[in-house]
C-alpha cells in the first residue's frame, strides 16, 4: 500500500482522536479509554462490583439489588445500583460501589471511621446517606433516589437514570438558569464548601451532577469521594495552573465551572477565559473573571468568603433553618489534615511536571523551527 496514503491516514486519525480526547466528558468515557489503552482498561468493573456488592448483602439481609443503573456517572471504577430496603420497599434508594484512588491517604482505621461517619452527618445543604461501610479497597454508599434528579439535570433537562453520555454530551436546547435560581444554588452550595472548610475536611469534588436538587434546595454529594482519594472530575483543568494549589483553591476554581454552567447551560469551550458572553446580570460576570480568567488564574483564586460577599450572593436569604451534625473526633480531624497535605503535595509535584514539560516542548519548537535553523546555518 502507498506510504503516503497510509501516513496521510495516520495523521488523519490522529487528528480524529486529538479532537475526541479533547472534549472533557468523551476523554473519560470507558470505550474511549479502553480503545487507546486496552490493557490497563480491560477490567469488567461493573461484575467486579456486583460481585462484592452481592458478597456483603448476604451478611446484611435488610437491603436488597434491585438493578444496575448502567453508565449513568462518569468515572470508570464507580458503578452504581438501584436497591430497596425490604422494610420500605417503595422508597427507591442508589447504592454507589467505587475503588479506592491515588489520592487515598487516610490510614484504614481512620479511613473506615470516617466512612460510617457519612449517615450521622448532616446540614441543610449535603445530601443525606442512609447507609456506609468500606472494605480492604472500595467503599458502598446507600442514598436516597432523587428521581428528579441532579442540578446537572435540570440544566440539561435530562432524565437521571439515562447513561452519561447520552445526557450530557449533547443537549437538544442549551440554556442557562433563571437569575434567581443562580443566585440562590450558588449562595447555598458556596455556603455548604465554607461549612467544610471551616472544619478541614477536604472535598475537591464540586460538579453541577455531585448537587442534587430538592425543591428550590441544594445539596451536596459525594463527600466519600475524597476520603477514597479519587480524582477531581475538573483536574485535567486545574492541574494548569500551579497557583490552585490547595483543596479550598480546587472548590473555587470547580465552582467557577460550575457557576458558568448554570449561567450559560454549557461548560466552557476552554480554561483560562478572555471574554465572557452576555449574561443575565451585570453582576455575574465579575464572579466568573475573578475565578475564570486568565489573570484569576495566573494570580490565584478568591477565598469562599470573598465570594459570599460579593453582589451576585451577598442579598440571598437562606430560608433553612436545620442545624447541621457534622462531629469529627479529634483523631480523625488530624488524620484529614495529613491526608489533606499528602493530596496538595502530590497535586503540587504533578503541576511542576506538566510546567516543565511545557517549557521543554516550547524550548524544542523554538529551536526546531525555520527562522532558528537559517540562524545556525
Not at 451534625?325 to 503541576?351: D, G, H, S, V, Y
Request: proline residues 7%; aromatic residues 10%; glycine residues 4%.
Amino acid at each position: 500500500m502507498d506510504r503516503e496514503f497510509i501516513a496521510e491516514r495516520q495523521k488523519g486519525l490522529q487528528n480524529y482522536l486529538n479532537y475526541i480526547t479533547s472534549n472533557h466528558i468523551l476523554s473519560n468515557y470507558e470505550p474511549v479509554k479502553k480503545f487507546l489503552d486496552p490493557t490497563n482498561y480491560a477490567a469488567n468493573y461493573t461484575e467486579i462490583a456486583l460481585q462484592q456488592v452481592s458478597m456483603f448483602f448476604r451478611s446484611e439481609p435488610k437491603f436488597e439489588v434491585v438493578e444496575p443503573l448502567k453508565d449513568i456517572g462518569w468515572r470508570l471504577r464507580k458503578r452504581y445500583f438501584l436497591m430497596k430496603c425490604k422494610n420500605q420497599p417503595k422508597e427507591p434508594l442508589v447504592l454507589s460501589w467505587a475503588d479506592m484512588g491515588p489520592d487515598k491517604y487516610l490510614q484504614d482505621k481512620d479511613f473506615q471511621c470516617a466512612i460510617k461517619l457519612l449517615p450521622a452527618w448532616t446540614h441543610p445543604y449535603i445530601y443525606r446517606v442512609t447507609f456506609a461501610t468500606a472494605g480492604e479497597s472500595s467503599a458502598l454508599i446507600i442514598r436516597p433516589f432523587n428521581e428528579k434528579g441532579t442540578l446537572k439535570d435540570l440544566i440539561y433537562k435530562a432524565k437521571p437514570r439515562d447513561p452519561f453520555l447520552k445526557k450530557y454530551c449533547n443537549p437538544r436546547k442549551i440554556q442557562g438558569l433563571e437569575l434567581q435560581q443562580i443566585k440562590t444554588f450558588g449562595r447555598q452550595i458556596l455556603e455548604v464548601l465554607k461549612f467544610l472548610h471551616d472544619r478541614g475536611f477536604p472535598y475537591g469534588h464540586l460538579h453541577a451532577s455531585n448537587v442534587m436538587l430538592e425543591g428550590e434546595t441544594c445539596r451536596l454529594m459525594d463527600l466519600e469521594n475524597s476520603l477514597l482519594g479519587l480524582p477531581s472530575f475538573y483536574r485535567s483543568y486545574f492541574t494548569q495552573f500551579r497557583k490552585i494549589n490547595t483543596l479550598e483553591s480546587i472548590d473555587v476554581h470547580c465552582f467557577g465551572h460550575l457557576l458558568y454552567e448554570m449561567t450559560y447551560g454549557r461548560p466552557p469551550d476552554s480554561i483560562p477565559l478572555d471574554q465572557f458572553p452576555p449574561a443575565p446580570s451585570m453582576s455575574v460576570v465579575p464572579v466568573l473573571e475573578s475565578i475564570l480568567s486568565c489573570e484569576a488564574c495566573k494570580s490565584g483564586m478568591p477565598s469562599v468568603s470573598q465570594l459570599l460577599q460579593m453582589p451576585l450572593f451577598s442579598d440571598v436569604a437562606l430560608m433553612n433553618t436545620e442545624k447541621p451534625q457534622f462531629k469529627i473526633p479529634t483523631k480523625l480531624k488530624e488524620a484529614l489534615k495529613t491526608a489533606k497535605e499528602c493530596m496538595e503535595k502530590r497535586l503540587a509535584e504533578e503541576q511542576k511536571s506538566i510546567y516543565q514539560h511545557r517549557r521543554l516542548t516550547r524550548a524544542q519548537s523554538h529551536h526546531g523551527s525555520e527562522e532558528e535553523k537559517k540562524k545556525r546555518k
